[in-house]
């Protein structure tokens, strides 16, 4: 009777949990979150639907070939770099009680489900599923491409469980365990996922049954996620997490020499929200930069090298959303200083490209042992610092106050409507890229990009000129915008 009687109370407060999460959602729901989403999801499916529009023909040729259930395995054991890392920067599920529910009798058993039930709910945890499953469907067979479906699913949530503990996680006694195992997954898993390719091929080639060893070793790595995925919740509802917010600084800076171009990248280091995502996803770009840059691959995309690119652009691209958008906290006092907007407008861009070239020189080992070209490398350097960087500025006219010490995780604080559409001309110079790379010649492509680069060095000054005018003309609505 009393097991009946927990079980019905442990029932009540989980409906009690869910109807107050679902009241929540109803209360906060924005179009801006939407769009955000919707965004996000946009350009990975074009870039999918680019591969299968150029590789279709190889890869199903690759299909025909050899047993498709044999790189499974190693297909998702690729994914889980970027999926943690979206993770890490998106993921904002309710791992810690808020005060008034920590007032409650709320059992650990109920909170635990109460956060699987969200977990399993969220956006960011079904979107490289739904890629995968678009990019399978339209290549592998029917069979092949629900199990790559439903492995990668099971990836994904388990890994929010890890990110999710992370989150909840007190203190460095029970992150390091997690960021340990995490490094030891994404090892062992690629080892695991090369070995099965290896043992089928082998097997293939020796004359020998190949066909059980793509579901084996299937089979292999779902046990293994379904057992790390339990372990994960495990230790969650173990974990005991007290203190929500940190209430005191552990040591103080001293105050240095400030000036107007220290206070580019003091913003951008000291702040959270823009180090993360900066840091995680270059570091995400570089590693798929050296591993296309290889002799296959150069071979099959005709030197098209997303990751060269994307390294190169990411940090300015993603900053440049918001140009005007960390002087606004203090703009009122630059008014009052001898600085003219065009100034500001040039010290914002000669920053971009700084950044941008920082970023090119990360890919000097790849020019002296993996054999990419320099003359390419500095023709994309000439490209993104002084054109796409120059397509960024016209935001200063859109670009609201953004809150320097709020969370990385999921924030739209800063974000508007105008900001959100003109993002998508950013296709403009990918697209360029792309069909340059695979239509035209290599010296070919190489004078297009230095060309539009040495256009943007032309009329960089005029087109800043032109924008400061704008933004004097209608001073007084930015004013009013950077204090709302």
């Excluded at 097997?203 to 793509?214: C, D, I, L, R, Y």
Aim: with cysteine; glycine share 6%.
């Amino acid at each position: 009777m009393l097991y009946l009687i927990k079980k019905a109370y442990i029932c009540t407060m989980l409906k009690e949990l869910l109807h107050l999460w679902f009241m929540q959602q109803r209360r906060q729901f924005r179009w801006s979150r939407v769009l955000t989403m919707v965004y996000f999801m946009i350009w990975p499916l074009i870039i999918v639907v680019a591969v299968i529009a150029g590789t279709a023909d190889q890869t199903r040729s690759l299909a025909a070939k050899y047993d498709t259930w044999l790189f499974i395995p190693l297909a998702s054991a690729i994914l889980i770099l970027p999926d943690v890392l979206m993770k890490l920067i998106f993921n904002d599920s309710a791992a810690i009680m808020d005060d008034c529910l920590r007032t409650k009798p709320i059992p650990t058993r109920d909170w635990s489900r109460f956060t699987a039930i969200t977990t399993l709910l969220d956006f960011w945890n079904w979107m490289l599923p739904l890629l995968t499953a678009i990019f399978c469907f339209a290549i592998v067979p029917t069979p092949v491409a629900i199990a790559a479906t439903l492995c990668v699913a099971l990836q994904s949530q388990m890994l929010a469980w890890l990110v999710t503990d992370i989150h909840k996680a007190p203190g460095n006694q029970y992150t390091l365990p997690l960021w340990a195992g995490l490094i030891a997954y994404l090892i062992g898993k690629n080892v695991v996922g090369v070995a099965i390719v290896a043992a089928g091929l082998s097997a293939g080639e020796s004359g020998g049954a190949m066909n059980w060893v793509g579901p084996a070793g299937l089979v292999l790595t779902v046990a293994i996620d379904c057992l790390l995925l339990w372990l994960l919740y495990s230790y969650f509802g173990r974990m005991r997490a007290y203190d929500e917010h940190e209430t005191h600084t552990e040591r103080a800076h001293r105050i240095g020499e400030i000036t107007l171009f220290s206070t580019e990248y003091l913003g951008v280091w000291r702040s959270k929200r823009f180090r993360l995502p900066i840091l995680l996803i270059s570091a995400l770009f570089l590693l798929q930069a050296y591993q296309q840059q290889s002799a296959t691959i150069q071979a099959d995309f005709h030197g098209l090298n997303i990751g060269v690119y994307f390294l190169l652009c990411w940090p300015s691209m993603f900053l440049g959303q918001w140009v005007f958008g960390v002087e606004a906290n203090y703009f009122h006092g630059l008014w009052t200083k001898p600085y003219s907007i065009e100034q500001l407008l040039r010290r914002k861009f000669y920053f971009f490209v700084i950044i941008t070239s920082a970023m090119a020189i990360l890919l000097v080992p790849a020019i002296i042992w993996m054999g990419l070209s320099p003359v390419r490398l500095l023709s994309l350097l000439l490209f993104t610092c002084f054109a796409q960087n120059l397509m960024m500025m016209p935001t200063c006219l859109l670009a609201t106050r953004v809150d320097l010490f709020s969370s990385a995780f999921f924030n739209y604080q800063g974000a508007n409507k105008g900001v959100n559409l003109y993002g998508l001309l950013i296709f403009i110079p990918i697209i360029i890229y792309t069909a340059a790379s695979l239509l035209l010649k290599g010296w070919m492509a190489d004078a297009l990009f230095a060309g539009i680069g040495l256009l943007g060095v032309a009329i960089h000054r005029p087109v800043l000129r032109w924008l400061a005018n704008r933004w004097i003309a209608n001073r007084h609505k930015h004013m009013e915008r950077y204090c709302s």
